[in-house]
């Protein structure tokens, strides 16, 4: 069975800062790696994934994560953070079977002036 | 507008009431989700639908049910709520590996 492990509930930023939000997955078969976003009140949407290939994804927004099989991790990346990133991240694993989707704890992401 | 409409947006609910949550999907996905999502838990998927007419069970399945008559529709139902069902309900549908996730119906049981 799959795990994922968001271990900061929340980080702080000041605005155009760069920001990490750490994620590490544990799973004994193949795995993608998502990462989604979700905005105060609202349902959750895909920010990017990785099912192959190049181990660096840019998805939405300005955002980047790097799969790195050997530390089993999908760090997720920006470069200079915007208030409008406010938000929590969800990082999530399916085997690459299409079984259920696990996620993660979720991280708040706060943007301050 | 394609995508998910959930229904209510929010509910308070007298513990022991029945109560259905909504879900209805425009993208022909195949598979359908329910998950609910706590603070500090995260998302964990209560029931899913790989496909119309089959349900099965996720992390979280007690004290709750759904079905799947058709593609579009999908359900949740609530027997006899309790005070531990009071969450925020979000369904999804999926189209290989990816899922797309409705507002959500935030249910307080009192």
């Known amino acids: 069975a799959q795990s994922v492990t968001q271990l900061d509930s929340q980080v702080p930023v000041f605005e155009e800062a760069p920001v990490e939000l750490r994620c590490n997955y544990s799973?004994?078969?193949?795995?993608?790696l998502f990462w989604y976003v979700q905005y105060p009140n609202q349902g959750l949407q895909l920010l990017l994934k990785?099912?192959?290939?190049?181990?660096l994804v840019k998805g939405i927004n300005g955002f980047e994560a790097e799969f790195n099989k050997s530390q089993t991790s999908f760090h997720l990346r920006k470069p200079s953070v915007h208030i409008s990133d406010t938000a929590e991240y969800f990082c999530a694993v399916i085997n690459t079977g299409f079984q259920k989707l696990v996620f993660g704890t979720g991280t708040r992401l706060l943007v301050s002036p | 507008i394609a995508g998910i409409t959930q229904a209510p947006t929010s509910q308070i609910l007298a513990a022991g009431r029945r109560m259905t949550l909504r879900c209805t999907q425009d993208?022909?996905?195949?598979?359908m989700y329910w998950y609910r999502q706590d603070l500090g838990l995260g998302l964990r998927l209560i029931h899913y639908s790989n496909t119309a007419g089959t349900t099965g069970k996720g992390e979280v399945p007690d004290g709750y049910s759904v079905s799947r008559a058709n593609t579009d529709d999908f359900p949740l139902t609530l027997a006899s709520a309790v005070p531990s069902q009071t969450s925020v309900y979000f369904c999804a549908s999926g189209l290989g590996d990816e899922q797309f996730f409705g507002p959500g119906t935030r249910l307080t049981v009192l």
């Open positions: 799973s004994s078969v193949s795995v993608y």
């Open positions: 990785y099912l192959s290939g190049s181990t």
């Open positions: 993208m022909r996905h195949n598979a």
